[in-house]
C-alpha cells in the first residue's frame, strides 16, 4: 500500500509541475490554426497517460480498432472516471469535446479548454443552442476533427447505467457522421473523484459505427448505441478492484464453471 501511495504522489507531483507548462505553450500557441495548438493540449493528456501506465500500473488494450471509420466521427463514450478524457485521445484521431458553457469559467482550466476547440453549450439558452451547436459542430468538423460526447452526462459507478442523452446521436445526424459506441471499465480501477488510482488493465471497447440514415433517426441511433454499450460494460466488468459486486460475482461464477 506505501508503494501505491509513494507511485500516486509521483503522479500528482508531475501533474502539478506539467501542467503550468503545457499550459503556458497553449497560451502562446493561442494566435496558431486550431490543429497547430491542439498539439499542446494533447501532448498533455498523453504525458499523464504514460504516468498513469509507467508509474502507476494502470494499462489498457482496445478490443474493436478495426471499428474506427477513415472520417471524423462522434465517439459515443461510457463515462466512469478520468481516465478516458486522456486515453480517448491516443485511441482516436484528434477530438474536441462537449463541453458546458461553465467550465469555461474555471480560472486557468477553463481559458485552456477554449484554446483547445471544445463545442460550448449554453443551457440556458435552448432557444439558440441547438444552431449554436449545429454551427460549432460543423466549424470543427470541417477541421477534420472528431467530436466526443459523454451520454450519460456525468461519471457513474461501475455496474450503474445513466440516462443516456441524445446530444450526441443528435450531433452525429445534423452533421452526417458516423456515431462510434465505446464501452470501458476504466473506473474500476480509478473511482470518480479518487487520489488513489490502481495498478491493473482497464479493457477499452470500439463498437461498429452506427451511420445516420433516413430511417435511423437520433432516437434509434442512441438506443441502439446505449443497448450496445451496455451489453459490452456486462462483458468486461467484474475485474477491477472497485468493480460492481454483482459484476465481481457473476465473473468469478464463470471462472469457476470454466
Not at 24 to 32: D, E, K, Q, T
Not at 50 to 72: D, S, T
Not at 91 to 102: C, G, L, S
Not at 132 to 155: D, N, S
Amino acid at each position: 500500500m506505501l508503494s501505491l501511495w509513494l507511485r500516486n504522489l509521483l503522479y500528482w507531483l508531475v501533474l502539478i509541475i506539467i501542467t503550468p507548462l503545457f499550459f503556458f505553450l497553449l497560451l502562446l500557441s493561442a494566435p496558431l490554426p486550431r490543429r497547430a495548438r491542439h498539439v499542446f493540449g494533447v501532448s498533455w493528456a498523453l504525458s499523464l497517460l504514460w504516468m498513469l501506465e509507467h508509474v502507476i500500473g494502470l494499462k489498457y488494450k482496445v478490443l474493436g480498432a478495426e471499428n474506427l471509420p477513415e472520417q471524423p466521427s462522434v465517439i459515443c463514450s461510457k463515462h466512469q472516471s478520468g481516465w478516458e478524457t486522456l486515453a480517448l485521445q491516443k485511441i482516436f484521431p484528434w477530438q474536441v469535446y462537449v463541453a458546458k458553457r461553465e467550465l469555461t469559467w474555471i480560472p486557468v482550466f477553463g481559458w485552456g479548454l477554449v484554446l483547445m476547440n471544445p463545442i460550448i453549450i449554453n443551457r440556458s439558452d435552448r432557444a439558440n443552442a441547438n444552431q449554436r451547436l449545429l454551427e460549432q459542430g460543423l466549424e470543427r468538423k470541417r477541421h477534420r476533427f472528431w467530436i466526443t460526447v459523454f451520454p450519460e452526462g456525468t461519471r457513474t459507478k461501475p455496474g450503474v447505467a445513466g440516462k443516456y442523452k441524445l446530444g450526441a446521436a443528435r450531433m452525429a445526424k445534423q452533421f452526417d457522421m458516423p456515431l462510434v459506441p465505446v464501452a470501458h471499465n476504466a473506473g474500476e480501477f480509478w473511482p470518480r473523484n479518487a487520489f488513489l488510482k490502481y495498478p491493473g488493465e482497464i479493457t477499452v471497447v470500439v463498437g461498429q459505427p452506427i451511420v445516420p440514415s433516413e430511417e435511423l433517426g437520433p432516437e434509434a441511433m442512441m438506443k441502439e448505441a446505449e443497448q450496445w454499450i451496455e451489453a459490452r460494460q456486462r462483458e468486461i466488468g467484474g475485474v477491477g478492484p472497485f468493480a460492481d459486486e454483482d459484476e465481481k460475482r457473476k465473473r468469478l461464477a464463470a471462472s469457476a464453471a470454466a
